[in-house]
């Protein structure tokens, strides 16, 4: 899973600043930096927080940030194939 790269993404995409955008949570520059960059694992309230700053829900920022070694081995095959248009759905939507 990689939460950091996502949160930086969408933060990018809705046009934050990275100081800005955490002003906006409440956290420091520096703290987002460390999520950001996956040196940090933020607790479920401070992922609400950025979740709800994105304007995107918990569930969905989670399934973003999913990667192939988060899915059972057995079940690989089938997400491989939904990957795409699921995650591309979820790009359009929000």
């Known amino acids: 899973m990689d939460l950091g790269k996502t949160i930086k993404d969408y933060r990018v995409r809705k046009g934050y600043k990275q100081n800005e955008f955490a002003e906006k949570c409440g956290l420091t520059q520096a703290y987002l930096s460390k999520i950001e960059n996956n040196q940090k694992e933020p607790t479920l309230a401070v992922?609400?927080?950025i979740a709800g700053a994105l304007q995107l829900p918990l569930p969905i920022?989670?399934?973003v940030s999913m990667t192939a070694e988060d899915v059972d081995p057995k079940k690989k095959e089938a997400y491989q194939m939904?990957?795409?248009s699921i995650k591309g759905m979820v790009e359009n939507f929000f």
Do not use: P
Request: hydrophobic fraction near 55%; aromatic fraction near 22%.
């Open 61 to 63: 920022l989670f399934f």
């Open 82 to 84: 939904i990957e795409s």
């Open 47 to 49: 992922l609400k927080t």
